[in-house]
Structure formats: structure tokens, C-alpha cells
Nanobody
Framework: QVQLTESGGGSVQAGGSLKLSCAAS????????MAWLRQAPGKEREVVASTKPRGGFSEYADSVKGRFTISIDNGTNTLYLQMNSLKTEDTGMYYC???????????????????WGQGTQVTVSS
């Protein structure tokens, strides 16, 4: 059973930084693509960043490119999202997600990730 547990959310002022973590277990980690998704109030869920263990490029939504960095600690099966220069529009619930296979096609489509964590709230104030 795939288990994904996020942590690290909180409240921060615009321009600040936060680092989210996601502990992953219950599957063959190396063969899954991992992602961070977010859902802002009144908006649809979107994929902000995606990557896969042990090599391969990471993908980012245009809205976060240059500010967010996704990474994986393969030793501990932990996914991270470093968020810098945060903006008020980054506010939302952030979810760790996973899908089998490392393919990059449709990385941006939330519906292709069948496994989700419970989410962690990020609030950015002006």
C-alpha cells in the first residue's frame, strides 16, 4: 500500500521560504514518478513540480519556475519541495503524489497520479 506523508507547511510572509517534505513508503520507489501538487482556494488542483528517483530531469509549472526546487533523497525515500521567493498566490494546500512508471509525458496532469498524501497547508501573507 502506497503511503505518502507530507510535512513542513506553515505561514510565511511574501518573499520568504518554506521547505516541504514527503515521506514515501509501500511501493518500489525507484519506478515511480513523484510530484508536488497544490490546490488554491476556488481553483483546480495543479502540478507544480515533478521528478523521478535516480536521474531524469525535473519539470516545473511556469508559475514556480526559478523559485521552487523539487528533489529526492533516495536513501530515505523522501521527496522535498524547496520554495523560495514565495508569493501570496502560492497559498494553498500542497500534496505529495506518485504514479507508477518514470515516464515524463503528462507530468502536468493531476489525474495521472493515483496516489496522494493528506496535504499540508501553505499560507503566504503580504
Amino acid at each position: 500500500q502506497v503511503q505518502l506523508t507530507e510535512s513542513g507547511g506553515g505561514s510565511v510572509q511574501a518573499g520568504g521560504s518554506l521547505k516541504l517534505s514527503c515521506a514515501a513508503s509501500g511501493y518500489t520507489y525507484n519506478y515511480y514518478r513523484m510530484a508536488w501538487l497544490r490546490q488554491a482556494p476556488g481553483k483546480e488542483r495543479e502540478v507544480v513540480a515533478s521528478t523521478k528517483p535516480r536521474g531524469g530531469f525535473s519539470e516545473y509549472a511556469d508559475s514556480v519556475k526559478g523559485r521552487f526546487t523539487i528533489s529526492i533523497d533516495n536513501g530515505t525515500n523522501t521527496l522535498y519541495l524547496q520554495m523560495n521567493s514565495l508569493k501570496t498566490e502560492d497559498t494553498g494546500m500542497y500534496y505529495c503524489a506518485a504514479r507508477p512508471g518514470g515516464y515524463v509525458d503528462t507530468w502536468y496532469n493531476p489525474s495521472t497520479y493515483p496516489h496522494w498524501g493528506q496535504g499540508t497547508q501553505v499560507t503566504v501573507s503580504s
